[in-house]
């Protein structure tokens, strides 16, 4: 089954707007949040990253919030550009077990239109 | 650093056949694992080691298999091709203390026919 569910799987979204992708995970023992972003022909690249005592996390445009009590997470970005055009996936990881497992979202395609 | 390095980039392989896909990596990282990535499925662990000799099973490990003699390399062995296995596999790495994040390689684009 999959542990970390991730939507939309698509999304198209007009420069300068804001981007939103959303996650929801069922096991409580998941500690460590991060965000991956990924562009054609190449691996995915670490983003940004959450752990579950705060509720928000900001980058530049980037920001995850985090719903401890709904067991969801989210990824907005800000003033999107055409540069941002790529497959998004959220992630989750328990570091009290040594972080052994990431187990992804199954991604999401943002298209920037200019 | 090279980081993560990927060979081949591309492969075709007949069903039935075998071949191994090259993984290594120069930071010194303990943990190193294996993903496919299919649409709509995300990227799906196969193996990880979180260190020489030692590996162990992911989701998705039925077909393939794995072995890590040393720090630097961890490769993948397809023992007799499916066109199940047809997908994009990336290698990755990273520290087991400390900051978590897992830089991944190029990918190998495989297509079983």
């Known amino acids: 089954q999959q542990q970390v569910k991730q939507s939309p799987q698509s999304l198209i979204v007009q420069k300068g707007g804001i981007s939103i992708i959303n996650c929801a995970y069922e096991?409580?023992?998941?500690?460590?949040f991060p965000w991956y972003q990924q562009f054609p022909g190449k691996g995915p690249a670490l983003l940004i990253a959450?752990?579950?005592?705060?509720s928000e996390k900001k980058e530049g445009r980037f920001t995850i919030s985090f719903n401890k009590s709904a067991k969801q997470f989210s990824l907005h970005i800000m003033d999107s550009q055409p540069g941002d055009s790529a497959t998004y996936f959220c992630?989750?990881?328990?570091?009290?077990?040594?972080?052994?497992?990431?187990?992804f979202g199954q991604g999401t395609r943002l298209t920037i239109n200019p | 650093n090279a980081g993560v390095t990927q060979t081949p980039k591309f492969q075709v392989l007949k069903t039935g056949q075998s071949m191994t896909l090259q993984c290594a990596q120069d930071?010194?990282?303990?943990?190193m694992s294996w993903y496919r990535q299919d649409p709509g499925m995300g990227l799906r662990l196969i193996h990880y080691?979180?260190?020489?000799?030692?590996?162990d099973q992911g989701e998705v490990p039925n077909g393939y298999n794995v072995s890590r003699s040393t720090t630097e390399d961890f490769p993948l062995r397809l023992l007799s091709a499916a066109p199940s296995q047809t997908s994009v596999y990336f290698c990755?790495?990273?520290?087991?203390?400390?900051?978590?994040?897992?830089?991944f390689g190029p990918g190998t684009r495989l297509t079983v026919t």
């Open positions: 992630a989750a990881t328990s570091l009290i077990q040594g972080a052994q497992k990431l187990v």
């Open positions: 959450i752990r579950p005592d705060v």
């Open positions: 990755a790495s990273r520290r087991t203390s400390g900051r978590y994040e897992q830089y």
């Open positions: 096991n409580t023992a998941f500690d460590y």
């Open positions: 080691s979180v260190g020489a000799g030692i590996t």
């Open positions: 930071m010194n990282h303990e943990y």
